[in-house]
C-alpha cells in the first residue's frame, strides 16, 4: 500500500488489489480461500477491509517467493483460524526441505570431485572392461541399479531414451547391462533431478561430463543451484519477516 493505513479504516477490495498489481478479483479469491480474513460488508453488502487485511496481504506475497503459492496459502490459513503452531511447522518444513536440497547439492559436488575420465567408450556406448562380457560380468542389471538409487526400473528406461545413460545389451539375455560410467551417469542424473533440472537440461550436462570426464562442464550449473538456494533462503527469510509484522497486527487488534 501506498499510504499508511490507520488501525479500523475502511478499504475496497481495489484499494487492496491497486498497491501490489492485483485484481480485485483475485483479493476476493485470497479472502474465499482463508488468506485474508474474513470482511466486513457494509450495510448494502459490499466488502470492507482494514489494515488488518492488508497486512495479511503484504504477509502472503511475501511468503510466496520462498514457499511457494500452496505452502504460503496454508500458513496464512492456519494463522487466520488461529493455528499459529501449525504455520510455524509448515515454515519449519520448508527450511528442513532448504536444508536437504543443500545437502543434495553438497551429494552432487562429492559426488562430481569423484569423476574419473571414462576410457575405452565406443559409439555402441559399450566401455571399460565390462563391454564385451557376457551376462552383465563387471556389470549391474537395471534392478539393481534401480534399487540402489531408490527409483523405479522405468525411470532409468526413461532416462535411457533421454540419453542420459547408455547400457549396453547382454549379447546372450538382451538386458540393459549399467557398467561404472553408467552408474556414475545414473547417479549424477539422479542427484540433479532432486536439485530441480529437468531431463532435457540434465542430457547434455551428463554429455559434456563423459567428453571431458570431469567436473568442469557442470560448474556453471552448480554455481546457478547455489544461487537459487541463496535467493530462496533469503526469500524464507523475507516471508518471516513479513508474518511477523502481521502477527504483530493481529495481537494489536485484539488488545
Known sequence: MGRNLQSGERLRPV??????GLSTQAVRNYEEAGILPAAGRTPHG????TSLHAGALRAFLALVPGHGHRTAASIMRAVNEGAVDEALRLIDESHAQL????RTLQAVESALRDLE???GSGPGGGSGPAAGSGSGSGGTFIGPLAHKLGIRPATLRTWERAGLVRPRRDPLTGYRVYD???VRDARLAHQLRRGGYLLEQ?????A???AAGGLEPLEAALRDWHGRLSARGRALLAGAAGLEAYLHERRKTRS
Open 15 to 20: 484499494d487492496l488489489a491497486r498497491g501490489h
Open 99 to 102: 536444508l536437504d536440497d543443500r
Open 117 to 119: 575420465p571414462t576410457t
Open 202 to 206: 540434465i542430457a547434455p550436462l551428463i
Open 46 to 49: 459490499y466488502r470492507t477491509y
Open 208 to 210: 559434456r561430463v563423459r
Open 180 to 182: 561404472e560410467a553408467d
